[in-house]
Structures are given as C-alpha cells and as structure tokens.
C-alpha cells in the first residue's frame, strides 16, 4: 500500500508517491540512453581543459579513469535507490534526515537547479550564436535565449518517460553518438597526439587535484538521480546502465577536453569557437542540441524538488514556471558573479549524499517504510520532523569539504568530506543504537 497522492499531484511524477510498476518502464538501454546522453557536453569538455597544462596528459588521462570510475560508481549507488524505493530524489531523503528536515536540502536543490538550468540556456545561446555569426555573420542571442528556454521547458513538461523512450532511445542517441566520433576525429586529426602525450605538465595541479575535478561532475548528478532511476524495473538494470552510460560520456569528453586543452596551451580558452573552427561545425551542433537534456534535466528536476514540499502543485505547472524562471536569469543575470554561488551550494551535496547511501546500504539495508514519509509522527519523524544526527554528520562533511579546499587543495576534497559524513553518521547511528541497548 503506498501514500494517497497529494491534491494536485501529477502522476506518474508526484514526488512522494512510489512509482507504480506500469510506470516502471526503463531497461539497461533506456538508462544507458540517458545517462550518456547527460555526461556529454560541452561543460564536461571545458572542464577536462582545466586539467592541463598542470598535469601531464598521460597523469591528465589516469586522473580522469580513476575520478570517473569513483565518481560514476557513487551516482550509480544513488540510482539504485530510485529503483529500490520508487521515489523522486529528494522526497528519497525523508528516511535519513526527516520528514521535515529533507525539506532543506529540497530547497537548496531547487535554487541550484534554477541557477544550471540558466547556466545551461547561456551555454547552448552562446554556441549558438557563435556559429551563427561565423557562418552568416548574423548575431541574436535574445532569440537563442528565447528557443533553448522554450524547448528545455517544453521537454521538462512532458518528463523523462517521454523524452527517454520517445526520443534518445529511438533515434536522439545514434544523433549525437555520431556527432560526438566526427568532433572527436575533427579534433584529433589536427594534432600529434604522441607528442602532446610526451609533453610535461607545468605541476600546477596536484593528481588528486585532477582527480578531484573530475569526480565533481558525475556527483553533482547526486540530487537529481533518483528522479530518473525511479523508473527503472530493476536495481541490477539501473546501476549497469548510468555506470557504463556516464561512465563512458566522462571519461570520452574529459579526454577530449584535456587534449584540446594542452593542444591550445590554455585550459581557459572557450572550446565552443575552436572546436566549429577544428572543422566539426556539425558535430558541434549536435553536441549544443545535446546541451538540452542537461537543461531539461535541470528544469525537471528543480520542479521534482519543489513539489516535495510544495504538494498541491503539479510537477508539470511547476516545471513549466522554472522553465520560463531560468530563461528569464538567463536574459538578465550576469552568471559570471552567480556561477560560485551556485558552487558554494553544491558542495553541500556531496556530503550528504554520504549519509544518505550509508543510511540506505548500510543502516535501512534498502528498505523504506513509505506509509510513514509524510507522518511526522512515525518512524520518520525523529525530533519533530528532524533526524538531529543526520544533520550533525552532515555538518561535519560540509565542514571538512570548504577545509579542505581551503587548507589541502591538492589532496581533493569531493571525495574525503563524503566518506568522512559517511563515517560519521555510522558512528552516531550506532552509538544511539548501543546506547539503548
């Protein structure tokens, strides 16, 4: 027996409600589909340009194996619990911090959202525009801005269901698949790859360094996971897919950034104008139509969030209203000055998501109560509403992330601050455990 849906609720999109098995409709493929379609990007392959000159290419390169094959393993781990329980990410939260005390997090995760979804609208304006211009010599960002906001809120309406099956898994993947092999052989024909794999690195970046920069971005998939994986039949079909899916996706564009990186001798330089100058025009634009389900992603998600404590509001009327907010900052606001707030708050996520797959493997053992999720007074509840220790340990994650990077910023601080929460929501669970005993 699962919770009435809230008045208003949306289904199969209402967030605290357990997706029904008729619902249940992603295989391997489906996930797979999604997944690396999500971990391609012209973001990913900006921030792979970071890791050189300062590394070496070949320590550029095993900093990228290694932080993808921990990053995605960790986001894979999160998926399985929208399979295992059914529900959206952050209504997935209220065993671990509370019925009322997951509303926090939800919050933030909205705010952020909002702001990527924005990020992700200038992004694709941008490219947009640039080849535009070198094409035709004609520049109209308000009507980029317009489009990109319009399709992103329109694919966020219709949900993950609709775009997986209807589009990536039927003929968007092969699109974009092909797209990103003739960048990749537009790119590398230009270079000698041995040689850029013979020059040394200047030692600006420290390998955990590397490493840490590039785990960042399949973690930062943490809070929105679950809003997808919710539709998956089986746990086993859900971890192999966004494994090898994000997987495959990181590990292809970080490289290809890292290579274009040392080949221009500037990890800062805009990839977006030298790759359609590398001779991959086309490809570059299927990779910026691409750009879209990252923002649909956003859009979704940031209305998924929402609606966990906004109940008697659709998830497609709210998507709807983040939609038309992020094209709106993305017409107004300088992201420049907005792109380390949004960094602030999403090092808060990586922690948390420490606690919360310790709770769910370790302490729960995968199971979760959902008759009680909206019962202040049940099992979820803890000290009215809030789980106290959960909060606790979280705080001590944060803590040691921003310490971290301040202090020991070539030792990498994603990975510490989550399996230091971790640790120590372990250690106050079982201590309250014993202590009652």
């Known amino acids: 027996m699962t919770p009435t849906p809230a008045p208003g609720a949306s289904t199969p999109y209402a967030p605290l409600v357990p997706v029904a098995d008729a619902q249940r409709l992603f295989r391997t493929r489906d996930v797979f589909a999604l997944w690396f379609s999500l971990g391609i990007g012209l973001l990913v392959a900006q921030a792979g340009a970071l890791l050189v000159p300062g590394l070496a290419l070949p320590y550029a390169l095993a900093a990228i194996a290694l932080g993808s094959t921990l990053g995605v393993t960790l986001l894979a781990l999160a998926g399985v619990i929208g399979t295992d329980t059914g529900l959206a990410a952050m209504s997935s939260l209220r065993p671990t911090l509370g019925v009322r005390g997951a509303r926090a997090p939800a919050m933030l995760n909205a705010l952020q959202l909002a702001g990527w979804g924005a990020f992700e609208i200038i992004v694709m304006r941008d490219a947009a525009d640039a080849l535009v211009r070198q094409a035709f010599g004609l520049s109209m960002p308000l009507v980029w801005t317009l489009l990109f906001g319009l399709l992103a809120t329109l694919l966020a309406i219709t949900g993950p269901l609709s775009f997986v099956r209807r589009f990536l898994r039927t003929w968007g993947l092969w699109l974009l698949l092909a797209g990103a092999l003739w960048l990749s052989w537009s790119l590398l024909a230009m270079h000698d790859l041995g040689a850029l794999m013979r020059r040394p690195g200047t030692g600006t970046m420290s390998f955990g360094g590397g490493v840490d920069l590039v785990v960042a971005m399949p973690l930062s998939w943490l809070p929105l996971i679950a809003d997808y994986t919710r539709f998956g039949r089986r746990a086993g079909e859900t971890f192999r897919g966004t494994l090898l899916g994000y997987g495959l996706a990181n590990i292809w564009f970080y490289a290809l950034g890292a290579v274009y990186g040392l080949s221009a001798g ?129 705080a001590v994650g944060i803590v040691t992330y921003h310490a971290l990077a301040h202090w020991l910023p070539d030792l990498g601080a994603t990975l510490p601050a989550l399996a230091l929460s971790a640790l120590c929501y372990l250690a106050l669970v079982s201590g309250a455990k014993m202590a009652r005993v």
């Open 266 to 394: 500037d990890g800062n330089v805009l990839l977006i104008t030298a790759l359609a100058q590398a001779g991959g025009g086309l490809a570059l634009l299927l990779v910026l139509l691409d750009e879209i389900d990252n923002a649909f992603a956003d859009i979704h998600s940031a209305a998924v969030s929402t609606g966990t404590f906004c109940t008697r509001a659709s998830v497609p009327w709210l998507s709807a209203a983040f939609g038309a907010l992020c094209t709106l900052i993305a017409l107004v606001v300088p992201m420049a000055r907005y792109e380390n707030f949004l960094l602030l708050i999403g090092s808060v996520f990586a922690p948390l998501f420490g606690i919360v797959l310790a709770d769910h493997f370790i302490v729960r053992q995968r199971q979760i109560d959902t008759l009680a999720l909206a019962d202040v007074q049940g099992r979820y509840g803890f000290f009215h509403g809030w789980h106290v220790k959960a909060f606790g340990a979280w």
